[in-house]
């Protein structure tokens, strides 16, 4: 799709609205997948813990 994308916008001779509106609506559903796997991904990734508020926590202690 990137590379239909690219070559449209690229050529030389202006794209019809068809086109334009065919590219827009593919790279709409793209985006969509691409944000759904990093949601999921995000997901499964643990809890970030800084260090410097454990190292804190114990010194207080």
């Not at 068809?18 to 790279?27: C, G, M, Q």
């Amino acid at each position: 799709m990137l590379d239909l994308s690219k070559a449209l916008l690229g050529s030389g001779t202006p794209a019809t609205a068809d086109e334009y509106h065919f590219v827009t609506r593919r790279l709409a559903e793209c985006l969509t997948d691409v944000l759904h796997i990093c949601e999921s991904r995000g997901q499964r990734i643990p809890p970030y813990e800084d260090d410097d508020e454990s190292d804190e926590e114990t010194d207080e202690e």
